[in-house]
T-cell receptor, first 117, second 116 residues
Framework: AQTVTQSQPEMSVQEAETVTLSCTYD???????LFWYKQPPSRQMILVIR??????QNATENRFSVNFQKAAKSFSLKISDSQLGDTAMYFC??????????????FGKGTKLSVIP | GAGVSQSPSNKVTEKGKDVELRCDPI?????LYWYRQSLGQGLEFLIY????????KSGLPSDRFSAERTGGSVSTLTIQRTQQEDSAVYLC??????????????FGSGTQLSVL
């Protein structure tokens, strides 16, 4: 079974500054996907960024980037130039490669990020 | 529709009553998922549909929980004889199944279920 751990229940950052959210995971799989999802008060989970485990290059999406350390099973999210709209819960998630016949996501418990004006 | 639609948005029920939660996925998405989010917790997988069949229902917590999908589209999650511990947000997601995008899930805004 897979587990995902987010060790920071809450974090805050000043507007325009940079913040890093931590995530570690445990799996015996070699091929998998990792995700960061954002959940604003509207409750809708929004995909922020995804990483394929077989790719060494870290994924980036505009102000969002990850530091993927496969050997250490670490997958942190860096948000640059933080904006007020980034205030939300952030969830790290794991999915075995769909070739395994399952599309089940395993989520961490989340980090509540507050961006301070 | 433009996104995944769930109804009702909020549901308050009495312990012991049955409830039905509805999910309308993005048009053309063959995969549909149900997750449960309890207060202060991450999301917990319940069931996955491919078309009208459910190849993975390993997350359903008890036989009081069931789900069906008809016409490869709308899905209904039914909870019988609700208990207070069933109180949670129930989120639905859908995705295409193809080589390049099958792991990208699109979520609805969920149904907040409160069992009194």
């Amino acid at each position: 079974a897979q587990t995902v751990t987010q060790s920071q229940p809450e974090m805050s950052v000043q507007e325009a500054e940079t913040v890093t959210l931590s995530c570690t995971y445990d799996t015996s799989e070699n091929n998998y996907y990792l995700f960061w999802y954002k959940q604003p008060p509207s409750r809708q989970m929004i995909l922020v960024i995804r990483q394929e485990a077989y790719k060494q290059q870290n994924a980036t999406e505009n102000r969002f980037s990850v530091n993927f350390q496969k050997a250490a099973k670490s997958f942190s999210l860096k948000i640059s130039d933080s904006q007020l709209g980034d205030t939300a819960m952030y969830f790290c998630a794991f999915m075995k490669h769909p070739g395994a016949g399952s599309y089940q996501l395993t989520f961490g418990k989340g980090t509540k990020l507050s961006v301070i004006p | 529709g433009a996104g995944v639609s769930q109804s009702p948005s909020n549901k308050v029920t009495e312990k012991g009553k049955d409830v039905e939660l509805r999910c309308d996925p993005i048009s053309g998405h063959t995969a549909l998922y149900w997750y449960r989010q309890s207060l202060g917790q991450g999301l917990e997988f319940l069931i996955y549909f491919q078309g009208n069949s459910a190849p993975d229902k390993s997350g359903l917590p008890s036989d009081r929980f069931s789900a069906e999908r008809t016409g490869g589209s709308v899905s209904t999650l039914t909870i019988q004889r609700t208990q207070q511990e069933d109180s949670a947000v129930y989120l639905c997601a859908s995705s295409e199944i193809n080589r390049n995008t099958n792991e990208k899930l699109f979520f609805g805004s969920g149904t907040q279920l409160s069992v009194l």
